[in-house]
């Protein structure tokens, strides 16, 4: 690994978006395309650096602040292009929203290379806090959209500095490599209380029960544009952040692992039972979503035990890419939404007859759902369930038993959501962004056909 005080080729993403946020502010009607353009290339400038040698900045003896590898850089390019992609699919807007929306993905890319407790909470909120005006919409719903978001983010942010500031007075240390070197010799009462409030404050963001309730509301009453960003990208900062927590700084800590492994069960059940009862579209894949993000925190229950300590690469990188895949399927279900219920969603019965009424975003719509069902030809959903059972059944069966039967009931409310698009008949539908539908298309084609491609960049080192 290359390390340098400040290694600007590491953090090239990062002055780009960060860039990119400040254009927005002057350059009026062409905001949106100047936001596009430099996010596009944030992106592609992290897939260069993620297929070069690892990089590091900001070293402290033997731990860094921020880290440029595979795993980093691959997350980094993902959050800008989910961003790239919700503008594509939004219409026109004051130049002030894809500030936001480039602050926000600024924050994500900062995230992504973020190895100590205080560049990571500081990365959380900024890629949190532009958000409390872009869910808010005017009338009453958007308003309480924007009210609970806020009142949920404010108090999950409290939470996880505080567990971050138990975990330095324990150990001494903010480096995430600093706390697992340290936190063996700890004082045990004060580690696992800041380990848990920790994970508790980046659970929220992660929409996982019990610390969920927020996210359907908030995704329903917020611009459909809006809740395709909080259903991927905001999500994947609350998985990024827990991954690297977990996996870099308390690997072989037990409270972590029973914290992670109660998030998980939690999810499953209260996601999949909320989804079920579901009947319109965007409540329904909000709550699915809670149970999504109980399979990707499973393999990171496994890290704590010792048969888990033995596969702990493993195991993170199972978490990580099957919240990628996750994101990516997710983008592309709402995406496909917004296409053709740009105002609400709908119920689910109003997406009858779609397939006829509008191929494209019927197809992208199809593919997605398919893929979160974790069935063929979607193989990116898939393999991310394969990735994870393979890692819970070496060390957790258990754990692998619930995953699989969340995964089975998850066929209950998917495949209703697959034959209301095939089948009955539809009105007019307005057909909108089908050049970013094409290439969501194409995105969720290639990882299917070439997951290997996702694997690789996912794979997280120690």
């Known amino acids: ?29 062409f905001a949106k395309a100047a936001a596009m353009i430099g996010l596009g290339t944030a992106s592609a400038a992290a897939v260069w650096i993620g297929l070069g040698p690892d990089r590091a900045a900001f070293a402290v003896g033997e731990w860094h602040s921020y880290v440029a590898d595979d795993a980093a850089m691959g997350a980094a390019a993902l959050f800008a292009a989910l961003a790239v992609l919700v503008a594509a699919v939004s219409g026109r807007r004051p130049g002030e929203n894809w500030f936001l929306l480039t602050a926000s993905a600024a924050g994500g890319i900062a995230l992504a290379g973020a190895r100590d407790l ?33 009142i949920a983010s404010v108090t999950s942010s409290a939470t996880a500095l505080m567990g971050a500031a138990l975990l330095y007075a324990a150990t001494g240390t903010v480096h995430l490599e600093g706390l697992a070197a340290a936190l063996g010799d700890a004082h045990a009462g004060l580690a696992a209380a800041g380990t ?13 029960a019990p610390l969920h309730a927020w996210a359907p509301l908030v995704l ?66 909000a709550w699915s979503g809670i149970a999504h993000a109980g399979y990707a925190l499973a393999p990171l229950a496994v890290i704590a035990t010792a048969a888990g300590r033995e596969h702990a690469g493993a195991a993170a990188s199972a978490a990580f890419a099957y919240a ?17 219920r740009a105002e609400d969603g709908g119920a689910v019965a109003d997406l009858a007859g779609l397939w006829k009424a509008a191929p494209l975003p019927a197809s992208v719509f199809l593919f997605a759902v398919v893929g979160l069902a974790g ?33 089975v009931v998850g066929l209950a409310y998917y495949l209703p ?44 080192s120690r």
């Open 1 to 29: 690994m290359r390390a340098q005080a400040i290694d600007h080729a590491a953090m090239l993403p990062l002055y780009l978006a960060a860039a990119t946020a400040a254009a927005a502010l002057f350059t009026g009607r």
């Open 118 to 150: 205080i560049t990571l909470v500081v990365a959380v909120e900024t890629l949190t806090l532009p958000l409390y005006v872009l869910v808010t919409r005017p009338g009453r719903d958007g308003a309480e959209a924007g009210t609970t978001f806020l």
């Open 196 to 208: 848990a409030l920790l994970l508790a404050g980046l659970a929220f963001k992660l929409a996982a």
């Open 220 to 285: 329903e009453r917020a611009p459909l544009p809006i809740a395709t960003y909080l259903a991927s990208a905001s999500k994947l900062g609350g998985a990024v952040a827990i991954v690297w927590v977990v996996a870099f700084g308390l690997r072989g800590t037990a409270s972590a692992g029973i914290v992670v492994a109660v998030l998980a069960v939690a999810s499953i059940a209260v996601g999949n039972l909320g989804a079920l009862v579901q009947r319109r579209t965007v409540p329904l894949l």
């Open 324 to 340: 990628v895949f996750f994101v990516l399927l997710e983008a592309g279900v709402f995406a496909a939404l917004t296409a053709v």
């Open 375 to 407: 069935l063929p030809p979607a193989l990116a959903g898939t393999v991310a369930k394969v990735a994870v059972l393979e890692v819970l059944a070496s060390s957790a069966v258990w754990l692998a038993v619930v995953v699989a039967a969340g995964a």
């Open 417 to 460: 959501l697959a034959r209301a698009v095939l089948t009955g008949r539809s009105g007019a539908v307005p057909r909108r962004y089908a050049v970013a539908l094409t290439i969501a298309a194409l995105a969720l084609v290639a990882v299917s056909l070439a997951p290997q491609l996702v694997l690789d960049f996912t794979s997280v």
